[in-house]
């Protein structure tokens, strides 16, 4: 019998631990397929590792939800999507990467870097703080940061704009 009938079977006899141990079935056939899939979109091993997880609890909530008519299709399906959904949010999150050998050479910038960046924190959005370090320390242009955050150009120049005045207003 197949895996979609034993588990459209449990489904119906509303049998708990039989449908743990049909999920347990599929998570071993199709486990490292799904790893396979995701790690084609993904490069760490945790990530790829939490992302299998992820399509897991979807299949696991779909499953009692919908008749599912082809488990493979659908962890694959889901696999690729997931990943996809993962890179996009990674794509549109600003991670500053900070020169901690410079830093580390330089400590009197170095403690004036945090400083700055712990007076900002007090008054601006990460995004705000992050657009305002990517311009003026690391030298993005605003068309840089527009591509990068996935904004308009013009929404990146007025938040930089908004925040400077917003931060240079702090001791007033």
Not at 37 to 49: A, G, Q, W
Request: glycine letters at 2%; charged letters at 30%.
């Amino acid at each position: 019998m197949s895996l979609e009938k034993k588990l459209s079977k449990a489904i119906k006899h509303n049998n708990p631990y039989k449908i743990e141990q049909i999920f347990e079935e599929i998570y071993y056939e199709y486990g490292k397929l799904v790893g396979f899939i995701i790690s084609k979109y993904v490069i760490k091993k945790e990530d790829i590792e939490e992302l299998v997880d992820d399509v897991f609890v979807s299949f696991s909530k779909a499953m009692m939800k919908t008749e599912i008519n082809n488990i493979k299709y659908y962890l694959v399906t889901q696999a690729k999507n997931i990943s996809i959904n993962f890179i996009n949010k990674k794509d549109n999150k600003v991670d500053i990467v900070y020169d901690e050998a410079y830093l580390s050479n330089n400590t009197y910038e170095s403690s004036k870097y945090y400083e700055l960046v712990n007076e900002m924190n007090k008054i601006l959005t990460e995004e705000e703080i992050n657009i305002i370090l990517l311009h003026t320390i690391y030298n993005y242009s605003f068309e840089e940061l527009s591509k990068k955050l996935n904004k308009p150009l013009q929404s990146i120049a007025s938040i930089y704009r908004r925040a400077i005045q917003k931060f240079n207003k702090r001791s007033k």
